[in-house]
Nanobody
Framework: QVQLVESGGGLVQAGGSLRLSCAAS????????MGWFRQAPGKEREFVAA????????YYADSVKGRFTISRDNAKNTVWLQMNSLKPEDTAVYYC??????????????????WGQGTQVTVSS
């Protein structure tokens, strides 16, 4: 099992940047593909970005491609989401997730069995 704790959320003006961190417990972090998802008020949870188990493959939602970057350091049991050029529509609770079924990260929340508690990101206009 793995436990996930996100941090780094906050309030930022449009055009600004934030870096979210997700720290994982356990000694088998490299066994998990990792994903970031977000959920805005009144909306369903949506895929943001994903990383393969060793970070050699990454995937992004079209809405964040070119602005967000997912990265991981398996020695530190941590995955990050660097968010640049933030927009008000990026406002949401951001969750990191871990999945053991696939080497590559996937876009489906069903493929992730472990979730963090979420961190709020608010982008003001």
């Amino acid at each position: 099992q793995v436990q996930l704790v996100e941090s780094g959320g906050g309030l930022v003006q449009a055009g600004g940047s934030l870096r979210l961190s997700c720290a994982a417990s356990g000694r088998t972090f490299s066994s998990y593909s990792m994903g970031w998802f977000r959920q805005a008020p009144g909306k369903e949870r949506e895929f943001v970005a994903a990383s393969s188990r060793v970070g050699d493959n990454t995937y992004y939602a079209d809405s964040v491609k070119g602005r967000f970057t997912i990265s991981r350091d398996n020695a530190k049991n941590t995955v990050w989401l660097q968010m640049n050029s933030l927009k008000p529509e990026d406002t949401a609770v951001y969750y990191c997730a871990a999945g053991s079924a696939y080497y590559l990260g996937t876009r489906s929340s069903d493929d992730y069995g472990y979730w963090g508690q979420g961190t709020q990101v608010t982008v003001s206009s």
